[in-house]
């Protein structure tokens, strides 16, 4: 037992070190091959006291009696500061045998605290949610997740700057290189001012193949997408009336007579189609499917009564 209280010492104190000098880290290394000497209980154990250790930084962090909205907009910065983490002290997780999967199991207990931070969070603003802020947090937790998933395929994980990305105005705005969540966000915004042609914003990043952290966090936003659908039902219901107010009556040409309008709406649905499944495909995506329904029906009630 005395021999396990000093390497578990060892380790903690480690922990709490920026820079590790070599000498320690191949002590440290020797000391692994002790511990899975000993017992796997004690490997276990050893394990869990490092993800804790590193967590309760972490809660004490990003814990705080903040607005829940204010809560949400930094969601980035949890991400930030745990992919700077692992890259940071990456010569101390080194030490471990890759076979202990300690990074992967410390990307794990991260991710149950955020769940349960953001669940709590989304929770607070459930009667009146802030849909922008809502999408922009899902958008970097679905990132995130991604890159940790190609973490556990031995891919690694790039740094990027919390805060996002500042829009001045005035200044040309690339849509193309916008996240989805902002495109959402300026769409509504412009109120659909921009009714003709292909927009940018059909262009977006194409959805990551699922992996061991896939929905780790993200599942929690589900429940609260409904102010998502809403809006995007509203938005749609906005492009019925202007397009059926505007219509000519004439046909798009081809072999087929279809009016103008019909094609546009179509293609509007499609968008909005495209939007939701790179963000879910679960229970958000079922609902907004009824809101196509309400859509259609909409629009074929306004034609009959130009009529």
């Known amino acids: 037992s005395g021999l396990r209280a000093t390497i578990f010492d060892d380790f903690i104190y480690a922990t709490a070190k920026e820079d590790i000098p070599p000498e320690t880290l191949d002590k440290l290394s020797h000391a692994c091959r002790v511990v899975e000497a000993i017992d796997a209980h004690v490997k276990d154990e050893l394990v869990s006291r490092i993800c804790n250790k590193e967590m309760s930084a972490y809660q004490q ?8 909205s204010a809560k949400l907009e930094k969601t980035d910065r949890r991400y930030a500061w745990m992919k700077k983490l692992l890259t940071r002290k990456q010569a101390f997780w080194d030490v471990f045998p890759k076979t202990w999967e300690v990074s992967s199991l410390l990307c794990t ?3 149950k605290i955020t769940k349960a931070h953001l669940s709590e969070t989304l929770d607070s603003q459930r009667d009146s949610p802030d849909v922008a802020s809502l999408l922009k947090a899902l958008h970097w937790t679905l990132d995130f997740e991604k890159e940790l998933n190609l973490m556990a ?19 040309p705005v690339d849509e193309s290189e916008l996240t989805e969540a902002e495109l959402i966000k300026r769409k509504y915004q412009a109120m659909r001012k921009e009714k003709e042609g292909e927009p940018a914003s059909a262009a977006a990043p194409s959805p990551s193949k699922e992996g061991a952290f896939s929905g780790s966090i993200s599942s929690c936003f589900e429940a609260h997408l409904k102010c998502y659908v809403e809006l995007e039902e509203k938005s749609l219901l906005e492009t019925v009336d202007g397009l059926v107010n505007e219509e000519t009556w004439e046909a798009e040409g081809g072999e087929n007579n279809v009016i103008s309008s019909s094609v546009q709406v179509f293609l509007d649905i499609k968008k909005s189609l495209k939007r939701c499944s790179l963000l879910t495909k679960g229970q958000t995506l ?15 009630a306004r034609l009959i009564s130009r009529l």
Not at 61 to 68: L, Q, V
Not at 286 to 300: N, R, T
């Open 109 to 111: 207990t991260f991710c």
């Open 153 to 171: 395929g031995g891919g690694e994980i790039s740094l990027w700057e919390a805060g996002g990305e500042a829009e001045e105005e005035g200044e």
């Open 61 to 68: 962090i990003f814990s705080t009696n903040e607005a829940a």
């Open 286 to 300: 079922f609902d907004l499917s009824s809101s196509f329904k309400v859509v259609l029906q909409a629009y074929a």
